[in-house]
């Protein structure tokens, strides 16, 4: 998912160097390991709670708190990965790389990178809103709080993004 010259075009006209390439594609692997690590959650999570009289029989304890807590932690991870991302888009919007070097924009479409962002947001979100109902905060509560989290921080990372390419625009190097 890193940004490409368009066929023909060839990448020395872009300040965009190999090294950078290089970063760009693994950092862009971020949402890949999310999401995997978001689908192995919700299934460990699901096993679990599946197998909770077991769990309790042998131990005397509840499952709940301890899926609860489970889905903290991984919700956590998500949510740092999601900064992760963040801290790379800040530090790919300083790049100046002339228009030519990339594929047509669509304004009516949100950027990749936003969609991205927000589904990093959503799924850290997803879970936990399943740590919440685990530790019976009430369903519209447990729901709204951490939907509402992600979608005003998807919007606000949008417009930092925007308003640092926008200063770099505005004041080239010297």
Not at 1 to 7: G, I, L, W
Not at 33 to 55: E, I, M, P, Q
Request: charged share 15%; aromatic share 10%; glycine share 4%.
């Amino acid at each position: 998912m890193s940004a490409r010259p368009v066929e023909g075009d060839i990448g020395q006209d872009c300040n965009y160097s190999e090294d950078y390439r290089h970063f760009d594609n693994l950092i862009w692997q971020v949402p890949n390991w999310a999401t995997a690590t978001f689908a192995l959650t919700a299934t460990a999570a699901s096993v679990a709670a599946v197998n909770g009289k077991a769990f309790a029989a042998v131990t005397g304890l509840q499952i709940k708190p301890f899926i609860g807590l489970f889905l903290l932690i991984v919700a956590v991870v998500l949510t740092l990965l999601s900064n992760v991302l963040f801290r790379f888009r800040v530090h790919q919007a300083t790049i100046r790389i002339r228009a030519s070097c990339f594929v047509r924009q669509y304004r009516w479409l949100p950027a990749g990178h936003t969609s991205i962002q927000a589904i990093l947001s959503l799924e850290a979100s997803a879970l936990y809103v399943a740590c919440l109902v685990c530790f019976e905060v009430p369903l519209p509560f447990a729901i709204a709080i951490p939907t509402l989290a992600a979608l005003l921080a998807t919007w606000w990372i949008d417009r930092e993004i925007k308003n640092i390419k926008g200063s770099a625009l505005a004041n080239p190097p010297t």
